[in-house]
Each structure stands twice: as structure tokens, then as C-alpha cells.
């Protein structure tokens, strides 16, 4: 794997571990913006381990998770990155309640 994508990688499972962390607090923002964090590091992987293509900007990162869903043949892919981008507005609306964002994080 490049290193770039061992980065993405790391700090993918290091943001699931703080959105434990921060759901076990009660921090339901935080959590929230843990698991856009992960879910958006995980795509970033998969596109540079695959593809070299380094996204820096979130317009990039939605347009390849809806690529990636296609070239897979795997839906859930995009799915899942809708629901994280409706938690990365959590973040700034605090609108989930913690059983909508124990789903999520499933």
C-alpha cells in the first residue's frame, strides 16, 4: 500500500476509535464528526491505493465515492457516504439523537 494510503488508513480507524470514545461520553457532535472523518479517510484510501488520486476537497471526495460505487458494482459504498456526510451536519446542527447515531455507527 503507498503511504499515503497507509496514512488514510491509520487515521480512518484511529477516527472510529474516537467516535467510540466520544459516544461513550455522550459527545453526539464529536462522534458525529469521528465518523465523517473516518468514512472520508476510508475513500481517500481506496482511491490511492488504487487510482493515486489524492482528493482534498469534499466536491472531489463525492464525486469518486459515487465513482467507486459504480466501478464495484457496490452501492452501499455511496449509501454510506451519504449517511456520513448527514453526520458531518451533525456536527453543526445537533439535530441526531443518540440511538439515530448508534445506527450509524453500526
Not at 7 to 23: F, G, K, Q, T, V
Not at 42 to 54: D, P, Q, S, W
Not at 64 to 84: K, V
Request: hydrophobic fraction near 45%.
Amino acid at each position: 500500500m503507498l503511504p499515503k494510503a497507509e496514512r488514510y488508513a491509520s487515521l480512518a480507524l484511529s477516527y472510529l476509535e474516537n467516535a467510540a470514545e466520544e459516544l461513550s461520553k455522550g459527545e453526539l457532535e464529536k462522534a458525529s464528526e469521528y465518523i465523517w472523518g473516518a468514512a472520508a479517510e476510508a475513500i481517500k484510501c481506496v482511491l490511492a491505493a488504487r487510482k493515486g488520486i489524492i482528493v482534498t476537497r469534499h466536491a472531489e471526495l463525492r464525486k469518486y465515492a459515487r465513482e467507486l460505487a459504480r466501478e464495484t458494482g457496490d452501492p452501499d459504498i455511496f449509501r454510506a457516504f451519504r449517511e456520513a456526510e448527514s453526520l458531518h451536519s451533525n456536527f453543526y446542527e445537533a439535530v441526531l439523537e443518540k440511538e439515530d447515531l448508534l445506527a450509524h455507527f453500526e
